[in-house]
């Protein structure tokens, strides 16, 4: 049995019959009695009532699959005021507040971490969204498991990983950027690969694709930097298969040291393996050489 309030909070009785208030923002469970009738004894459990009826009051009621969602999520600070709250339909409430739960769920207090933005309606196979800023130390970065660490390859790997802006070592993938600065980085999460008229694939610069193993379940992108206060992507534990669409290279500049390239990864699970290859190759000589 589970129940929602308004705010989307979920009730549920567990295995031994004792209700319990789940937080899709946090994934916690609080008790909240032995027996439903204990928890029935309060008419207003945790002020959802007094919350619904006022709601009820100043915007019409809810339909029976709608929810009330804040823009600001209550675990970062919003507020329940009628500015933070917006009515979706509550399957996408769980959606969007989804990716925050499953980062937040075994991050110690203080922890930095990378928020998800909401994934579009309009794509039901992505799962979530991430804006980074990531150092591209030598104009390269590696997308890798948390645990993975590349070491000290062959000069040879290098020199593939320059050539085609693609290689790949054991639990990551190696990518090639224009500028050995900050570059922005998309990451997106997908269910399944992406369409076979991929408009992304025939219009960026240069596309490649590689398998990547993610037995910890925790994604970081960056270059050999492994500091705590780099964000991770929260993902299932397995393989997926990796594209990386790289953009604007025709921007960058004569030294190459200014451009508006930018990257966009997207993962989605798969049993095959991919080796790595050049889906789409620039026609001029790759920048950042």
């Not at 989307?8 to 295995?15: E, I």
């Not at 923002?25 to 006022?54: H, I, K, M, N």
């Not at 690969?193 to 219009?203: E, N």
């Not at 299932?236 to 966009?264: F, I, K, Q, W």
Request: proline share 9%; hydrophobic share 35%.
């Amino acid at each position: 049995m589970q129940l929602a309030d308004g705010r989307g909070v979920q009730f549920a009785l567990d295995n031994e019959g004792h209700v319990v208030r789940f937080d899709p923002e946090t994934a916690e469970r609080t008790a909240l009695g032995d027996s439903l009738e204990d928890w029935a004894q309060d008419p207003d459990v945790r002020g959802a009532r007094a919350f619904a009826t006022r709601w009820q009051d100043r915007h019409g009621a809810l339909a029976h699959d709608q929810r009330l969602i804040p823009l600001s999520f209550f675990t970062l600070g919003g507020t329940y005021e009628d500015d933070n709250l917006a009515v979706k339909e509550a399957a996408q409430c769980m959606r969007i507040r989804g990716p925050l739960a499953q980062t937040l769920y075994s991050l110690p207090d203080g922890a930095t971490f990378e928020m998800s933005s909401t994934p579009p309606p309009s794509d039901p196979e992505l799962l979530s969204h991430h804006e980074l800023e990531v150092f591209a130390d030598y104009s390269t970065l590696l997308i890798q498991d948390d645990d993975a660490r590349l070491g000290e390859p062959e000069p040879a790997w290098f020199e593939a990983l320059a050539a085609d802006w693609i290689n790949t070592a054991p639990g990551l993938v190696g990518i090639g950027a224009g500028r050995p600065f900050d570059v922005p980085v998309t990451v997106a999460v997908r269910r399944t690969p992406p369409p076979d008229d991929d408009v992304q694939l025939q219009q960026a610069d240069h596309v490649t694709q590689a398998s990547l193993a993610l037995p910890s379940g925790r994604l970081l992108i960056s270059m050999q930097d492994f500091g705590d206060e780099l964000p991770r992507i929260r993902l299932t534990p397995g393989t997926y298969a990796v594209r990386v669409y790289s953009n604007g290279l025709h921007t960058m500049s004569e030294d190459g040291l200014d451009g508006e390239d930018c990257y966009h990864v997207v993962l989605w699970p798969t049993d095959e393996d991919h080796p790595a290859k050049v889906l789409r190759r620039y026609p001029e000589p790759l920048p950042g050489g």
